[in-house]
């Protein structure tokens, strides 16, 4: 049974308990009467159904078959390794050699059902190789003990396989019997309806019994609190009288002052520029006036 059957369960059983404490209030209804001994009968068989599957676990089955596991795969490397060694000496036997070539730690790695198969290779070639191998210094104990964890592996693990299967037929059980209380449970609603008026605190009582909580995560389902909790919040937000606030203009930044564009640097003092001729022209000599001046001003700076 997963958390989520589980919270079901725990509402039948609440929904069950509360209608026995409201039976003064329907006890007059006779289906009333009819459809809380059915659901009474209906919680029965799930918890029922749901203590086989614990029962059908095969937890502890499949631990105990785990230790096995290990004694098993000891004592067949026993046989192993000595085996594998008298083949690679015998040319003829590199076949025998190449199958049994492997290692505890590859043999833990493997899945259940390979590593089954994979013993029972293994044994076989040793049992079969046996009376090849005259200085072997296995006894008879020793295949006789490999025989042994080997028989006891498989067998735990045949319980393990079938306690698996009882328990998914369990859970397939378990489903029909909650898709069958869904119907009911709406019937007894319909039901229950009648007594909203003149007994709204029972009724009250009884919807809040048919709540799913979520043991799981402290939450309940769409129709339970957290639903009603919502609703009411938003009653209470109704209720209150809206405040308009005025929205305020956000305040603009300032602009700030772009820097002039950069004037172009003024034009350096002019020099004295000397034309020049042009073509089939003399070149005009400097009038005598004009230097004297030039010469003052350079005499004065």
């Not at 390794?81 to 083949?87: D, F």
């Not at 730690?105 to 590593?115: H, S, V």
């Not at 293994?122 to 046996?130: D, E, I, P, Q, W």
């Not at 950069?262 to 042009?278: D, F, L, Q, R």
Request: charged share 35%; proline share 6%; glycine share 2%.
């Amino acid at each position: 049974m997963n958390q989520k059957e589980f919270n079901r369960l725990r509402m039948l059983r609440t929904t069950a308990a509360q209608l026995d404490e409201l039976k003064p209030v329907w006890t007059g209804n006779t289906m009333m009467h009819t459809e809380v001994a059915q659901l009474r009968r209906l919680i029965d068989d799930i918890e029922a159904a749901h203590a086989k599957t614990l029962s059908a676990s095969g937890k502890e089955q499949r631990e105990v078959a785990r230790d096995k596991r290990d004694v098993a795969i000891t004592a067949i490397m026993n046989l192993v390794n000595v085996t594998h060694t008298w083949a690679e000496r015998m040319p003829e036997e590199k076949l025998l050699a190449q199958r049994l070539a492997t290692r505890p730690y590859i043999l833990q790695n493997l899945g259940e059902a390979k590593l089954l198969a994979r013993l029972e290779e293994l044994h076989n070639h040793c049992v079969a190789a046996r009376p090849n191998i005259t200085d072997s210094p296995l006894t008879d104990e020793d295949y006789r003990n490999a025989q042994a964890c080997l028989n006891i592996y498989l067998s735990l693990q045949d319980v393990a396989r079938k306690s698996d299967v009882e328990r998914q037929g369990e859970n397939v059980h378990l489903d029909k019997l909650f898709k069958q209380a869904l119907p009911l449970l709406k019937r007894i609603d319909r039901l229950m309806e009648n007594y909203k008026t003149a007994h709204p605190v029972a009724h009250a009582k009884y919807r809040a019994a048919r709540s799913v909580y979520d043991y799981g995560t402290n939450k309940r389902g769409k129709n339970g609190a957290a639903k009603a909790k919502k609703d009411a919040k938003k009653e209470q937000e109704d209720a209150k009288p809206k405040e308009q606030s005025e929205a305020k203009p956000k305040e603009q930044p300032e602009a700030k002052p772009q820097p002039e564009a950069s004037k172009p640097e003024e034009a350096k003092s002019e020099s004295v520029a000397t034309t020049k001729p042009e073509s089939g022209k003399p070149a005009e000599k400097p009038q005598p006036e004009l230097l004297a001046e030039a010469s003052e001003e350079t005499v004065a700076v």
